[in-house]
């Protein structure tokens, strides 16, 4: 292991911070030329997505070198899951969660954490049993799944599932798309589900080639061990 002396550490640290000022700084102007109503051209844009990646990446060095600990305070989800190796997701001076990326993302313990970290769908269910693991959950009042769950519940229940967590299927929720988005790497279909419920799609193109029309019916399914389910009124978490 090499150590370092304290003034090293600090000549590094001034070093790296005049970095991420300059970064920054080149960030921020983003939003200062305008050009009448127009936004700056795209090219702008791109580059300033390349310096805010740059001075993420220039964080996670600092931090590295130092060998300290950083708590970085943001509004930015994709910044929060990019440079964090924890995160603490507060809602109101409260901590809804803390967890790594991965586990925030992908199994938020409550609504509040599922719908400010990323996008989710969330659909009202009916959820009943649980004694041996596992609870039958109803969906429209006609389409019945098991989820695994860590205790008991019957009741009111909702369901988040992340846009890419949703899949066409020959059975499942019926539907039909409202519209589609190619988006290049995938493409975002938005689906209008038989009981009124409108949820996001997201379906990559290295899995398909097939785009789905406007109009067309479908039906939706997802992994039950992916999704999470929570109780409707106190929106604790069922789902493991």
């Given at each position: 292991?090499?150590?370092?002396?304290?003034?090293?550490?600090?000549?590094?640290?001034?070093?790296?911070?005049?970095?991420?000022?300059i970064l920054c700084n080149a960030d921020r102007i983003k939003g200062a030329y305008?050009?009448?109503?127009?936004?700056?051209?795209?090219?702008?844009?791109?580059?300033?997505?390349?310096?805010?990646?740059?001075?993420?990446?220039?964080?996670?060095?600092?931090q590295q070198q130092l060998g300290i600990t950083f708590i970085y305070v943001t509004h930015d989800?994709?910044?929060?899951?990019?440079?964090?190796?924890?995160i603490a997701v507060m809602k109101d001076g409260h901590i809804m969660q803390i967890g790594t990326p991965n586990e925030i993302y992908a199994k938020p313990q409550n609504p509040f954490v599922a719908g400010f970290i990323g996008v989710s769908n969330f659909m009202d269910c009916q959820v009943e049993g649980g004694e041996n693991g596992s609870a039958k959950v109803t969906i429209q009042g006609e389409l019945a799944i098991?989820?695994?769950?860590?205790?008991?519940?019957?009741?009111?229940?909702?369901?988040?599932?992340?846009?890419?967590?949703?899949?066409?299927?020959?059975?499942?929720?019926?539907?039909?798309?409202?519209?589609?988005?190619?988006?290049?790497?995938?493409?975002?279909?938005?689906?209008?589900?038989?009981?009124?419920?409108?949820l996001i799609v997201n379906e990559y193109t290295k899995d398909t080639t097939e785009v789905h029309a406007d109009g067309e019916r479908v039906f939706l399914s997802f992994d039950p061990a992916r999704i999470s389910l929570y109780e409707e009124q106190s929106e604790e978490v069922l789902s493991l």
């Open positions: 292991m090499e150590f370092i002396t304290v003034k090293e550490a600090a000549e590094k640290w001034q070093v790296s911070i005049r970095r991420v000022q305008r050009f009448g109503k127009q936004d700056i051209s795209r090219h702008d844009r791109k580059q300033m997505r390349s310096l805010r990646k740059e001075m993420q990446l220039e964080l996670k060095a600092m989800q994709e910044e929060a899951l990019a440079i964090s190796d924890r098991q989820i695994p769950v860590s205790r008991p519940y019957t009741g009111k229940g909702k369901i988040s599932a992340r846009p890419e967590q949703l899949f066409f299927s020959k059975e499942g929720m019926p539907g039909k798309i409202l519209f589609s988005t190619f988006l290049g790497d995938f493409i975002e279909y938005e689906v209008e589900l038989d009981d009124g419920q409108n």
